[in-house]
C-alpha cells in the first residue's frame, strides 16, 4: 500500500481564494483524521470520519473551513475564503481497526499570501 | 484525555539507548500511552503503545510504571535518523464514538548526537 496520499504537497494561494486539500486513505481504514500543525499551536485535529460520517468537528477552527467524504478512499478540506493566518502544514490520517494506530500523509504545506 | 508531561528537549549520543520520559499522574484505567514521532517536514510516525505491560517492538521498547503514572520510551541503539519530536500520547481506545481521536502535545525534541 502506498499510504494515506495528500495532495498537493504545497500550496501558495492568495487571501480570499478558494483551497481544496486531498486525500486518499490507506484501502480499508474506516478512520479519517484531518490535522492542521503550526509553530504556535503544534499539532491540532480539526475533524475526523468513522465511516465516511463526521463524527467530531469541534476542532473546525470557522465556518471558512469545510470537510467532506464522499467515498471511503476520498476526503477533502476546504477553506473558503482562505487568509493569511490558514498557512500551516495540514496532515491527513488514517486507521483501520487492526492494528489500531493511525498512519499519517507527508502532508500539504499551505501558504497564503 | 489524560494529559501528560515531556521534556522539551533531550540530547542523545548515536549508538546510546535514547530514554524518553512521560509524566501521565491522572491516567484512567482504561486508557493506553501511545508514543507517535515526527521526524522533521513528515507526518507524524506510531512507534508503539501498551496499556500496563511492558512492549517492545521493532522500534522501541515502552517501559511504563506499575502505577501507570509514568513511562519511558526506549530506542535502544539511537541513530541520527531518530532525530525527532516524541509525542506521549495517553487515550482510552476502543471502537466508541469519540474515543478514536489522539490529541498531540508539545512533545519531547530528541537530538542525536554523532
Known amino acids: 500500500d502506498a499510504g494515506v496520499i495528500q495532495s498537493p504537497r504545497h500550496e501558495v494561494t492568495e487571501m480570499g481564494q478558494e483551497v481544496t486539500l486531498r486525500c486518499k486513505p490507506i484501502s480499508g481504514h474506516d478512520y479519517l483524521f484531518w490535522y492542521r500543525q503550526t509553530m504556535m499551536r503544534g499539532l491540532e485535529l480539526l475533524i475526523y470520519?468513522?465511516?465516511?460520517?463526521?463524527?467530531?468537528d469541534s476542532g473546525m477552527p470557522e465556518d471558512r473551513f469545510s470537510a467532506k467524504m464522499p467515498n471511503a478512499s476520498f476526503s477533502t478540506l476546504k477553506i473558503q475564503p482562505s487568509e493569511p493566518r490558514d498557512s500551516a502544514v495540514y496532515f491527513c490520517a488514517s486507521k483501520g481497526s487492526e492494528p489500531r494506530r493511525a498512519f499519517f500523509g507527508q502532508g500539504t504545506r499551505l501558504t497564503v499570501v | 484525555d489524560a494529559k501528560t508531561t515531556q521534556p522539551t528537549s533531550m540530547d542523545c549520543a548515536e549508538g546510546r539507548a535514547a530514554n524518553l520520559p512521560c509524566n501521565h499522574s491522572?491516567?484512567?484505567?482504561?486508557?493506553?500511552v501511545y508514543w507517535y514521532r515526527q521526524i522533521h517536514s513528515q507526518g507524524p510516525q506510531y512507534i508503539i503503545h501498551?496499556?500496563?505491560n511492558n512492549e517492545t517492538n521493532e522500534m522501541a521498547s515502552l517501559i511504563i510504571t506499575e502505577d501507570r503514572k509514568s513511562s519511558t520510551l526506549i530506542l535502544p541503539h539511537a541513530t541520527l535518523r531518530d532525530t525527532a519530536v516524541y509525542y506521549c500520547i495517553v487515550r482510552v481506545a476502543g471502537t466508541d464514538f469519540g474515543n478514536e481521536k489522539l490529541t498531540f502535545g508539545t512533545g519531547t525534541r530528541l537530538t542525536i548526537i554523532p
Open positions: 491522572t491516567i484512567s484505567g482504561n486508557e493506553y
Open positions: 501498551g496499556l500496563k
Open positions: 470520519f468513522n465511516n465516511n460520517v463526521p463524527i467530531d
